[in-house]
């Protein structure tokens, strides 16, 4: 028997307003064909004022632990992901708590932009494996509409906002099941090329969102390629083993030129990108969840998750659900 992180719940949120193409035309100089064609994206969602990191990662949460058949008592761990906290103290982790309701438990936050989620599931797996809780909360949630400089029509219109979220519990189990594998890597050098120009110890200020979009890209395709196959060379897995990818979505280019570089063909490739655009650290858990819901992804499974951020920092991880 081996102790793993397993799989037991997911769930998101999305605020109310839903912003077509079209719609953001009328607010910045671009079209609907401008941003299809270069992105893939369709729709995003932008936070109401009574709308936050904390507020939406709760909701997510709770449908998490319905799916889980747990209740807020049961979790000892709360990680949430995310480069868009309500306060720059506390961790929204612990606003998540309370509004949940659960007692006393392990709670912050974990700020890795686009990878975030992912390294929140290694963390909170090697936790779980040691013993430092029984069931785990993984949260991506953002208000990435808070950072846009709404001028900057090559960054406004690539991101939205909302949230996923996980329930790992840590499980004695004979078969493959839980995460078996995960890998992660910065390159701080890189931190120019998609960064915020604000913060509490440098500007005193939030800042908004600067990317040097066709560095980021190629920087990703490669970075993405790569970390997928070291983590599938961890517990020796082929592209042909793995039932759904499920990846960061940023760029549907990225998600199309990363899943050939690999031999992926685009059917096993959950995509939600036209959707919601890029929510950063939301973005794998909320794809998930949707794949989960509508069931393409089934128990048994073999699943990869895969992103790549600011920092830079990217990351994988192979699951069996």
């Not at 910045?28 to 995003?44: A, C, P, Y």
């Not at 993405?224 to 759904?244: H, K, P, R, Y």
């Amino acid at each position: 028997m081996t102790r793993r992180a397993i799989l037991t719940g997911t769930g998101s949120a999305l605020p109310r307003t839903r912003v077509s193409n079209a719609e953001l035309a009328r607010r910045v100089d671009t079209s609907d064909e401008w941003i299809v064609e270069r992105t893939g994206i369709r729709f995003r969602h932008i936070a109401e004022p009574d709308e936050t990191t904390a507020t939406l990662g709760a909701d997510a949460a709770k449908q998490a632990l319905a799916a889980a058949g747990l209740e807020p008592a049961d979790i000892g761990l709360i990680i949430v992901a995310t480069a868009t906290p309500d306060n720059t103290f506390p961790a929204s982790a612990t606003k998540v708590q309370a509004l949940l309701g659960v007692p006393d438990c392990i709670a912050f936050d974990v700020a890795a932009v686009c990878s975030g989620f992912l390294y929140a599931v290694s963390v909170a797996d090697s936790m779980l494996r040691t013993g430092a809780a029984k069931h785990a909360l993984v949260i991506g949630s953002e208000t990435f509409s808070r950072i846009l400089d709404w001028e900057d029509r090559t960054t406004c219109v690539l991101f939205g906002d909302g949230a996923g979220a996980i329930v790992l519990s840590a499980e004695e189990v004979a078969d493959d099941r839980g995460i078996l594998a995960t890998r992660l890597h910065a390159e701080g050098k890189y931190a120019d090329m998609l960064y915020v120009d604000g913060g509490p110890s440098t500007t005193g200020t939030v800042g908004h969102v600067r990317m040097q979009g066709r560095e980021v890209f190629r920087h990703a395709v490669t970075n993405l390629a790569s970390v997928l196959g070291e983590v599938m060379g961890d517990v020796g897995l082929s592209a042909a083993d793995i039932d759904w990818v499920v990846p960061h979505q940023a760029n549907k280019r990225i998600i199309d030129a990363t899943a050939k570089k690999l031999g992926l063909p685009a059917e096993r490739v959950v995509l939600t990108v036209d959707q919601h655009a890029n929510t950063s650290a939301a973005s794998v858990p909320l794809a998930l969840d949707l794949a989960v819901r509508d069931g393409r992804i089934k128990r048994g499974d073999l699943v990869v998750l895969e992103a790549m951020g600011g920092g830079f920092t990217w990351g994988a991880a192979v699951l069996r659900v």
